[in-house]
């Protein structure tokens, strides 16, 4: 594989520079009607279900909700922007430069990498949504109360974090996907994916401790989906690509 260099990031940065213009319309239309439909009501929801009874949301500073929901509605318009961004960077990456020059996607296959992209996305924010925040929340809310103190939180720290943890269990279901992606192209090898396995267990663990409190249960709650989508991937990976896994093994024994 060709070495990437600064002339390649200068020609990929000129190519998303003529498309900016697309991609900026595509986040400001999303921005201008998610501020105006949706923004109060992921408020509202995320209040509802996840505040724990008895706490209580303040504003700290009188521009505080409408700010919030400039950044709410900011967060969906890049999201709504992403599909057309990461379409143009692999456009650039693939007519400018030799990295991605062994890598094919079809339009059709770009399609069903979308359709599974966003149910796995959808299925990680539902598992954060519904199972993972509730408990932590009371988790954190209980810690205050054993302290003798009101649980009092300002709604835009308490919203940002809700979102933030729902980003990252989006994220980490996309873990299968990405993997096949990269095995499929053979830009990782699955020996290599084995090889580190132990080492990608305790990245897990460490993100974990890293967002959540000083405690195992939502610390393995975190972790848990991590271990158990990486197993499914390696499986998937194994099921799939049998036929290469095999070539693989012949081509460089242990």
Not at 51 to 68: F, S
Not at 124 to 140: D, K, N, R, W
Not at 195 to 209: S, V
Not at 228 to 253: A, G, M, Q, T, W
């Amino acid at each position: 594989m060709a070495d990437f260099t600064a002339s390649d990031a200068a020609e990929i940065l000129l190519m998303i520079r003529n498309k900016f213009l697309k991609l900026v319309i595509i986040i400001a239309v999303t921005w201008a009607i998610s501020f105006a439909f949706v923004s109060d009501y992921i408020i509202e929801t995320m209040r509802n279900h996840l505040l724990p009874l008895g706490a209580k949301l303040i504003y700290i500073y009188p521009l505080e909700g409408l700010i919030l929901k400039l950044k709410i509605s900011l967060y969906l318009g890049f999201i709504a922007g992403l599909p057309y961004l990461v379409y143009i960077i692999y456009k650039a990456l693939k007519e400018r430069t030799e990295l991605l020059e062994n890598v094919t996607i079809s339009k059709g296959s770009a399609l069903r990498y979308g359709i599974v992209s966003v149910l796995f996305f959808m299925l990680g924010v539902a598992y954060g949504y519904f199972l993972m925040l509730p408990v932590f929340m009371q988790f954190l809310y209980s810690s205050a109360a054993t302290q003798g103190v009101e649980a009092t939180y300002s709604i835009a720290e308490f919203i940002g974090f809700v979102i933030l943890m729902l980003a990252v269990f989006g994220a980490v279901f996309q873990l299968p996907l990405v993997m096949i992606f990269l095995v499929s192209n053979d830009l990782i090898k699955y020996s290599t994916i084995t090889y580190y396995r132990r080492h990608f267990y305790i990245g897990f663990f460490i993100l974990g401790a890293a967002i959540t409190p000083p405690d195992v249960f939502t610390q393995a709650m975190v972790a848990g989906p991590m271990i158990l989508f990486f197993e499914i991937s390696i499986l998937s990976i194994r099921v799939i690509f049998r036929n290469k896994i095999k070539e693989e093994k012949i081509s460089h024994p242990v």
